[in-house]
Structures are given as C-alpha cells and as structure tokens.
C-alpha cells in the first residue's frame, strides 16, 4: 500500500509545473465552492432561489416572445412529490399557460452548477484579470441565455411533442448547452500557453 502510494506521488511529479498548478487551482477552487455552497447556502436556497425563479421568469418572456402572446407565466411553487411512502416538498418555479402547469424548473435545472463549472475552470486558468472578468460576465450571460431556450423548448416540447420530451430534456439539451460551455473555453483559452507568461491581451 505504501509502495502503490509512494508511486502515485512519484507520478504527480513528472507532470509539468504549470498543468499541476492549474490542477491544484481546480481542487481548490472545487473544495471552497462545496464548502460554502453546502454549509451556508444549499438549504436556505440562497442563490438557488433566486435564480430558479429568474430562469422560470425569463422563460415565460421567451415564450410569449416566440408565440407573440401573453398566455405564459411563471411564479414560486412548492411540489409534493410521493417518494417511497412519503411526500417531499420540492420548490419550483412553476410555468403556466392560462394559469394550466405546463413544466417545473427544479434547483437542479437553474444553471448554477453550470455558472461554477465555467467559472471555475476561467479561474484556474493563467489569464489576465481582465480577461477572465470579460469572459466570465459575458460567459454567464450566454450559458443563462441557453438556459432559458433550454427551458422554453421543453415548454413546447411537452405541449406539441411530448414523445421527445424525456430525450431532449435528459441528452439533446444537455450536449447542447455542454457544448456552449466547451466552446466558451476554447476561446478563452486561444490567447494562454502554460509554458509563457500569461497572454494580458483581451
């Protein structure tokens, strides 16, 4: 076991200065992120809250923006789901058509494990500043914007094609909006080398 040990850390040593950096940066920054978001804002829904009710609100926009209606609305709901003999409350923010439920946006929905998944790997990354401030707040807003057609699509999904709901919410959306996020960090990236000094370019 120490010998499987000592060789594991060997290993580590043979990986170039600046790709360990970046790793131990990741780790941190993973580490800090699960620490505050689980001991302080998880259960009070401190930034979840928020933003699930944003993410309904602006989906609702978006789709009596493609109808050129107003029949769409979205508000703060508490689900009952019946879970082995038991009912748990899951808030949601609710999307209605004339006041008749059409989806549910959980937490789990809302984006912002995607926000740090980007964000994370930006600060990590040997950049400017100012380079990583452009394209976190410019970042952020794309991956929202995706977010909500995301959720505006399973609307119209669930109403006219409700066959492909389950396969577009589980694979077609989630490569979609994986794909913005992989993207992103191509361009980003285009101006770093790990073994210059940091490109300060914007």
Same mark, same amino acid.
Request: proline share 4%; hydrophobic share 50%.
């Given at each position: 076991?120490?010998?499987a040990?000592?060789?594991?850390f060997?290993?580590l040593?043979t990986i170039?200065?600046p790709?360990?950096?970046f790793?131990?940066?990741a780790l941190l920054?993973v580490?800090?992120w699960?620490?505050?978001?689980?001991?302080f804002w998880a259960?009070p829904?401190?930034l979840?809250? $928020?933003?699930t009710?944003?993410?309904?609100?602006?989906?609702?926009?978006?789709l +009596?923006q493609?109808t050129?209606?107003?029949?769409y609305s979205?508000?703060?709901y508490i689900?009952?789901? $019946?879970?082995?003999?038991?009912?748990q409350?899951?808030p949601?923010?609710r999307i209605?058509k +004339?006041g008749?439920?059409?989806?549910?946006?959980a937490?789990?929905?809302?984006?912002?494990e995607l926000?740090?998944?980007?964000?994370?790997?930006l600060l990590?990354m040997?950049?400017s500043a100012r380079?990583?401030?452009l394209f976190i707040?410019?970042g952020?807003?794309i991956?929202?914007a995706? +977010?909500?057609?995301r959720?505006a699509?399973?609307?119209i999904?669930?109403?006219?094609w409700?066959?492909?709901f389950?396969?577009?919410?589980?694979?077609?959306f989630?490569v979609?909006?994986?794909?913005v996020?992989?993207?992103?960090?191509?361009k980003?990236s285009?101006k770093?080398?790990?073994?210059k000094e940091?490109d300060?370019?914007?």
């Amino acid at each position: 076991m120490t010998g499987a040990i000592g060789r594991f850390f060997d290993s580590l040593s043979t990986i170039p200065k600046p790709i360990r950096s970046f790793l131990q940066r990741a780790l941190l920054i993973v580490i800090v992120w699960k620490v505050l978001y689980l001991g302080f804002w998880a259960y009070p829904r401190t930034l979840d809250a $928020p933003l699930t009710n944003l993410v309904g609100e602006h989906s609702a926009w978006m789709l +009596n923006q493609l109808t050129g209606s107003s029949e769409y609305s979205a508000r703060p709901y508490i689900y009952d789901i $019946p879970f082995e003999g038991e009912i748990q409350v899951s808030p949601v923010s609710r999307i209605d058509k +004339n006041g008749e439920k059409i989806l549910h946006i959980a937490d789990g929905c809302n984006g912002l494990e995607l926000f740090v998944l980007y964000v994370g790997f930006l600060l990590a990354m040997p950049a400017s500043a100012r380079r990583k401030l452009l394209f976190i707040v410019a970042g952020m807003a794309i991956i929202h914007a995706v +977010n909500v057609l995301r959720c505006a699509g399973l609307c119209i999904l669930i109403q006219r094609w409700r066959e492909h709901f389950d396969l577009a919410h589980h694979y077609i959306f989630k490569v979609m909006i994986y794909s913005v996020i992989f993207l992103l960090w191509v361009k980003f990236s285009q101006k770093i080398t790990f073994t210059k000094e940091p490109d300060h370019a914007v």
